[in-house]
């Protein structure tokens, strides 16, 4: 069971299990940067077991969730949520349908994230945005492990993105990661326009429960660099796009 859970969190990332200051501080961005939108139709493209949607649903007038595995979509179901078992590349849904997505650390684990933009972008209506969260290259960790020798390591492995990016992909094959240009390749040449972006540091929950004090310390320094240029060493992209036409 240990080494079928690691592959898959290798090939997925772990979705949030518990809801703790992380996802309600990221779920505060989401919802400041949606305005209006979240009361209106809303995606999450990649729910996991349904943590964003379950709160997004509470406000919108429908809220659907996209999973690509099969057991958490079922969870995700189990708790009355709109879900269903499909890929980001091929959205299972009409053009112009919704006026918010949002996409939680999911693209850097698909087939094709150029692909997966393009299918967002064309399920938003006009005015609709995007909320997009994805891991920074520049974080000095890399937070899903990497090969090695043939096996997985979970864990967080420092300054593995700082390597080329040929060296970088040979040793986390199964995941990408993002620069600012990386971000702007994705979404060139659509009909969008970007309203927000910056980079985050994250919350450090799980510190902040082994050693409170230090812990809390930790995510004040650490999300007081968010206003600094030292921001750009955050662990996640934060950018919301919208469709222009």
Request: proline share 4%; charged share 25%.
């Amino acid at each position: 069971m240990g080494e079928q859970h690691s592959q898959k969190a290798a090939l997925r990332g772990e979705p949030s299990y518990v809801w703790r200051a992380g996802q309600e501080r990221r779920l505060t961005m989401i919802l400041d940067a949606a305005g209006e939108r979240a009361q209106g139709r809303v995606l999450e493209n990649g729910c996991g077991v349904g943590a964003y949607l379950r709160r997004l649903a509470e406000r919108a007038s429908l809220a659907a969730g996209l999973e690509v595995e099969f057991e958490r979509a079922k969870e995700a179901r189990a708790l009355g949520l709109n879900t269903l078992c499909a890929v980001g590349e091929t959205l299972p849904f009409a053009a112009e349908e919704f006026d918010l997505v949002l996409s939680h650390e999911v693209i850097e684990h698909v087939n094709d994230d150029r692909q997966v933009i393009r299918e967002i972008v064309r399920v938003l209506k006009p005015g609709g945005r995007l909320t997009l969260f994805c891991p920074n290259r520049g974080y000095p960790f890399e937070t899903h492990g990497i090969y090695w020798r043939g096996r997985y390591h979970f864990g967080n492995i420092p300054l593995v993105n700082y390597l080329p990016r040929a060296w970088r992909d040979r040793l986390a094959p199964h995941v990408n990661v993002y620069t600012t240009r990386d971000l702007q390749a994705l979404f060139a040449g659509l009909p969008v326009k970007v309203v927000q972006r910056t980079v985050i540091f994250g919350a450090y929950d799980n510190i902040i429960a082994r050693r409170p004090a230090l812990g809390k310390a930790l995510r004040a320094v650490l999300q007081f660099l968010e206003k600094t240029p030292l921001k750009h060493l955050g662990l996640s992209h934060f950018w919301v796009v919208e469709k222009t036409a």
